[in-house]
């Protein structure tokens, strides 16, 4: 069955820093993966996704993800980031209709 | 355009009470899915819908779980008898026929004392 398996619950890093948060997949062909970003009381809004192609995918407010299929791995990278960006963020593969989340990455960032 | 949107924001409720939970996907929208989200945890599917018809309803957790899209827009999640574990955050999405993208709706959180 397909999975997606988010390493750190919870990640610190000061403003201004670089960021990179973790997302392993379990599925044996090329999978489709998105990564969500869910600031409090909001719902989930889409960064970015990878479905072929160029592994190095850009995505809104400066994100980009990088696919490695020899590392299972969809990473999700910022170069510098801002206090506005804490918030969870939730890598993910389609199955068939449905999605299949991680249990999310808690990002704090500090002044 | 007007993004999803589900009612109502917020419910609290007894147990053993019946609930109704609204989704009003994007218009033009075919597919429409469910997640329930609990604290800590990503979303977990529930169902999805193409058109009127479940296409997939293999998430929903119990028979007390029930979803029905009667004109192929809105959609209404219905939960009998709640219990205390079903507190959580129900989240709707939809995408176009044959599109990947889900686009999300802000979540009802649901209570039940």
């Known amino acids: 069955a397909q999975s997606v398996t988010q390493p750190d619950i919870h990640i610190t890093v000061s403003e201004g820093a670089s960021l990179e948060l973790r997302c392993n997949y379990s599925?044996?062909?090329?999978?489709?993966l998105f990564w969500y970003v869910q600031s409090p009381g909001q719902g989930l809004q889409l960064l970015l996704k990878y479905f072929s192609g160029d592994t190095l995918v850009q995505g809104i407010k400066g994100f980009e993800a990088e696919f490695k299929r020899s590392q299972s791995s969809f990473n999700l990278r910022k170069p510098s980031v801002h206090w506005s960006d804490a918030a969870e963020y939730f890598c993910?593969?389609?199955?068939?209709?449905?999605?299949?989340f991680g249990k999310g990455t808690k990002l704090s960032v500090k002044p | 355009g007007a993004g999803v949107s589900q009612t109502p924001s917020n419910k609290v409720t007894e147990k053993g009470k019946y609930v109704e939970l609204r989704c009003d996907p994007i218009?033009?929208?075919?597919?429409l899915y469910w997640y329930r989200q609990s604290l800590g945890q990503g979303p977990e599917f529930l169902i999805y819908f193409q058109g009127t018809g479940a296409a997939d309803d293999s998430g929903l957790p119990n028979d007390r779980f029930f979803a029905v899209r009667p004109e192929g827009s809105v959609s209404t999640l219905k939960i009998q008898r709640t219990e205390r574990g079903d507190s959580a955050v129900y989240l709707c999405a939809s995408s176009l026929l044959g599109q990947e993208t889900q686009y999300f709706g802000p979540g009802t959180r649901l209570l039940v004392l």
């Open positions: 599925y044996g062909a090329t999978p489709y």
């Open positions: 218009s033009g929208h075919t597919a």
């Open positions: 993910a593969t389609r199955s068939q209709g449905n999605l299949i």
